[in-house]
């Protein structure tokens, strides 16, 4: 996984974090939920790369 794609997924999870809390805040569950979908997105693309990342290594071992 690219760096690269590392800091925009964290940067996602951390943009939900912070609509999450203010929605609460202000309670306004429309801008909580927005929050929990954006941080959600980024930990799924996270997942998604970390499963590349391993079929690269798995490829990358069963070639030697």
Not at 19 to 41: F, Q, V, W, Y
């Given at each position: 996984m690219?760096?690269?794609?590392?800091?925009?997924?964290?940067?996602?999870?951390?943009?939900?974090?912070?609509?999450?809390?203010?929605?609460?805040?202000?309670?306004?569950?429309?801008?909580?939920?927005e929050?929990?979908?954006?941080?959600?997105?980024?930990?799924?693309?996270?997942?998604?790369?970390?499963?590349?990342?391993?079929?690269?290594?798995?490829r990358?071992?069963?070639?030697?």
């Amino acid at each position: 996984m690219s760096l690269l794609d590392k800091l925009k997924n964290r940067a996602q999870r951390a943009k939900g974090r912070a609509k999450e809390g203010a929605g609460r805040e202000s309670r306004d569950p429309g801008l909580e939920a927005e929050g929990r979908k954006d941080r959600m997105a980024g930990g799924a693309k996270q997942a998604g790369e970390k499963i590349k990342d391993a079929a690269r290594e798995a490829r990358r071992t069963t070639e030697r």
